[in-house]
């Protein structure tokens, strides 16, 4: 299949709406922070003084993110589980003419910016890491698999920058589309067919349909809740050796015990939420493993990966990409189905040397 590169650069936006709960996951524009909005745990200390006291709450997200979940990690969250992001100090009108928009969205759910602060946390933005493509956005592995946008890995490095996602999709839609049909018309005009695994396709409709054959079993709602908890404490903001590797063992099992007994109740194939859900456990799971055997073999920290057992960057080993393959094992676990090795960045204009790249960074 395909090889994925980069997938433990995890992008977190600091802040996302945590509470009122109408508008939760919503991100709170940076524009929030660069306006003068401030950062308070739930002793009302701005805590930001303390980790950054030169940027404060505008350092860059994935350091700013770090902050807030340190703070969680002390017991200073809000009694209802996020941090508070004030702009009362900031004049109203300041507020109604730069930030209109974020003033009309927290109105509806009941909070005037002018007067009171939203609580929010961080939360999951972009996935750096994915297909490992050419420049047409084709797979280097899988002839004619197209992947772009937050599909493809590599093209933003660890760290996407600010709206260069939107940018990308259009260049990549545009010209892979493009291709892709050239690709099509081509192997039509060459009377090239590609057969399809007839095998294959009855043991995927097998799968598919296995979830309404069970009476009782793991209810899909719930496991992915789980999922989502074990993924946020173990392959998250930071991130060590231990608590990796226990996302590995949850993984695994939750693969091997739970997932063939995931039942949907409903019944009903038409329209049926729980059965979208139960589906999508497959990927939930199988990226899960992909980001934290990635996240596990990077012994360091850097951009978007931060490992508090190494809270330091190693030029001298890791100006590497960790890629990922999945080999057929039968009989083994998924994780060790999962095939992790590790190659040298591609440097283009400047070398290491030419900018004089310190052999380790601490952070
Ligand atoms: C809160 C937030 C704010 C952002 N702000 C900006 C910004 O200001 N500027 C910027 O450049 N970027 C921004 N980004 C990033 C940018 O929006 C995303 O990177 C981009 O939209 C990803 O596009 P995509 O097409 O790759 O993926 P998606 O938009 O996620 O599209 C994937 C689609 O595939 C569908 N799908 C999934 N599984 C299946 C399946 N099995 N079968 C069929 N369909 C399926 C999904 O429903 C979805 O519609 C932001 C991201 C977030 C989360």
């Not at 941090?83 to 927290?106: C, D, F, G, Q």
């Not at 393959?325 to 283009?348: A, H, K």
Request: hydrophobic share 40%.
């Amino acid at each position: 299949g395909a090889k994925v590169i980069d997938m433990e650069m995890l992008q977190w936006h600091p802040t996302a709406v945590w509470w009122p709960p109408g508008l939760r996951g919503m991100a709170v524009s940076e524009a929030f922070r660069s306006e003068g909005g401030r950062l308070y745990n739930k002793f009302g200390e701005r805590f930001m003084m303390k980790y950054s006291p030169e940027w404060l709450e505008v350092a860059t997200r994935d350091f700013v993110s770090r902050s807030i979940y340190q703070e969680f990690m002390k017991g200073n969250a809000t009694e209802r589980g996020g941090v508070y992001l004030s702009l009362s100090h900031v004049p109203a009108e300041i507020i109604e003419k730069r930030l209109p928009t974020m003033l009309s969205n927290m109105a509806s759910v009941g909070i005037d910016i002018r007067k009171n602060p939203v609580e929010i946390t961080p939360a999951v933005h972009y996935t750096d890491g994915g297909v490992i493509i050419d420049i047409l956005w084709e797979s280097v592995d899988v002839p004619g698999l197209y992947a772009i946008g937050e599909a493809s890995g590599g093209v933003h490095g660890g760290n996407r920058l600010g709206s260069n996602s939107l940018p990308e999709l259009m260049v990549s839609g545009v010209r892979s589309g493009q291709v892709a049909a050239m690709r099509a018309l081509r192997m039509n005009k060459n009377k090239k067919r590609v057969e399809a695994d007839m095998k294959k396709v009855a043991e995927e409709q097998e799968r598919v349909f296995s979830f309404f054959d069970r009476k009782d079993g793991v209810n899909p709602l719930e496991l992915r809740d789980r999922l989502m908890d074990l993924m946020w404490k173990n392959v998250g903001i930071i991130r060590n050796e231990e608590r990796l590797r226990k996302a590995i063992e949850e993984l695994d099992k939750i693969w091997d015990e739970e997932l063939p007994n995931v039942n949907v109740s409903d019944g009903s194939k038409n329209w049926s939420y729980e059965w979208v859900e139960a589906l999508d456990l497959y990927p939930r799971i199988f990226t899960g493993l992909v980001m934290a055997k990635s996240a596990l073999i990077r012994t360091e920290s850097r951009a978007n990966h931060y490992r508090e057992d190494y809270p330091f960057t190693d030029n001298q080993y890791w100006l590497k990409n960790v890629v990922v393959s999945y080999e057929e094992r039968p009989g083994s676990r998924l994780s060790e189905r999962l095939e992790v090795t590790t190659r040298p960045v591609v440097v283009t204009l400047l070398q290491p040397e030419d900018v004089n790249l310190p052999s380790r960074v601490d952070w």
